[in-house]
């Protein structure tokens, strides 16, 4: 039979009894609680004080009874061993004393009434936080690769997308596909975007900057709402394709027809046009950084063996000394060096024969200028992209 004593001893909760009008309810309450955890805080400490003095009693009787041992072993210092012997017959009493005062306490325990703070304790206790856990940043080196590994596996799917037109078919393709939902498609249709419009391919430029708008709005409605863009794609068409309630319906192009929503529209017609706007920069620089690099590359290969460009040579030397390299007339070239100042003439001719855009003839060993040991002599070698001529 089941016994239901023990619930006739339990302390009503601090704030159930009713009270008159005439007194604060709040204070009296707050009163009657402050009041029960003292008791009780009261009686633990109590309970504290008496197992501590009982340890201590057990602690000092267990060194007493050592020390009576190694007395009777060494059969010495009878007057010593009686006295320890009354003090652990005193300290055995008072370790009694102390085990009755801790019995009473426990029955005292076991008759006070329950109260909301005793009537049960937490069998266990768990708390359980779905966090996602933080991703590390990925290094430059993890980007570049992945992006590799992605598009060396998708580019064929990542094309087909970029060249889709209607909302439908670009919605039910990424259902069909969605590990193309990704920042990696988006980069590689940027990319291919640029890569149109160096071609001078600028209509499907234009339609491939549309796609990579949609990727980048759908990835941004993710970032926006943190989940996964494969989980809210549909969530974009549906935006951008249903007609608001707010406003009247109007014509729009083919491309865009049953849109409606026109504050979202609108944004994703400025981002496009943006867009568009930046891969013209881009491939403008790209083209404005081939060329130099060409431009480059051929002066490199048109330095002669002073290191100097033929073509700036011919550029910086005096209108009659353009004329005689335009006309290749060798004995007008010596007739107008012998006119100009000597020192002057000597810098423009060297400069002639460290572009390689004149050589002395080998059998003089002389430089480009008339000196006072002879005349120099000059043969006509090739003339180069039509601004100067060399001679051998």
């Not at 708008?213 to 941004?220: G, R, Y």
């Not at 109007?250 to 981002?271: H, I, V």
Request: charged share 40%; aromatic share 8%; glycine share 6%.
């Amino acid at each position: 039979m089941v016994d239901y004593s023990v619930w006739d001893h339990i302390e009503v909760s601090d704030d159930e009894d009713e009270t008159h009008p005439n007194i604060d309810t709040a204070s009296l309450f707050r009163w009657r609680h402050q009041a029960r955890v003292e008791r009780m805080e009261q009686f633990q400490k109590e309970k504290e004080e008496l197992d501590k003095g009982c340890r201590e009693c057990k602690r000092k009787l267990a060194e007493c009874q050592k020390k009576m041992k190694e007395l009777e072993v060494t059969e010495s210092g009878r007057g010593e061993l009686e006295k320890l012997q009354a003090e652990a017959q005193q300290l055995r009493n008072e370790e009694k004393s102390w085990e009755n005062k801790l019995e009473e306490l426990k029955k005292k325990e076991k008759n006070m009434p329950w109260n909301v703070d005793t009537l049960s304790k937490d069998g266990f206790s768990k708390s359980v936080f779905n966090v996602k856990p933080e991703e590390k940043e990925e290094t430059e080196e993890q980007k570049e690769k992945k992006h590799k590994t992605f598009v060396e596996r998708y580019e064929k799917q990542i094309k087909h997308f970029g060249m889709l037109r209607r909302w439908d078919d670009s919605q039910k393709y990424l259902s069909d596909n969605p590990h193309l939902v990704c920042e990696e498609t988006a980069n590689y249709l940027v990319i291919w975007c640029i890569d149109l419009e160096v071609e001078e391919k600028h209509a499907l430029m234009e339609q491939v900057a549309h796609q990579t708008i949609v990727m980048q709005f759908i990835l941004e409605l993710a970032k926006s709402l943190k989940v996964d863009p494969r989980a809210c794609f549909r969530q974009f068409f549906t935006k951008i394709k249903e007609p608001s309630p707010a406003q009247p319906p109007r014509f729009l192009p083919p491309r865009f027809a049953q849109t409606a929503d026109q504050q979202y529209m609108e944004g994703f017609n400025d981002e496009l046009d943006a867009f568009k706007e930046r891969v013209r920069g881009r491939a403008k620089a790209r083209i404005e950084k081939a060329m130099k690099e060409y431009e480059e590359e051929e002066r490199q290969k048109r330095l002669g063996p002073g290191g100097l460009d033929p073509v700036e040579v011919y550029e910086s030397l005096p209108p009659e000394l353009q004329k005689c390299f335009d006309v290749k007339d060798v004995q007008m070239l010596q007739d107008t060096i012998s006119k100009m100042d000597p020192t002057e003439a000597k810098y423009h001719m060297q400069r002639c024969i460290d572009s390689g855009l004149w050589v002395p003839n080998a059998k003089t060993g002389e430089g480009a200028e008339k000196g006072g040991g002879g005349e120099a002599v000059y043969e006509e070698i090739p003339k180069e992209n039509g601004n100067g001529e060399k001679g051998d």
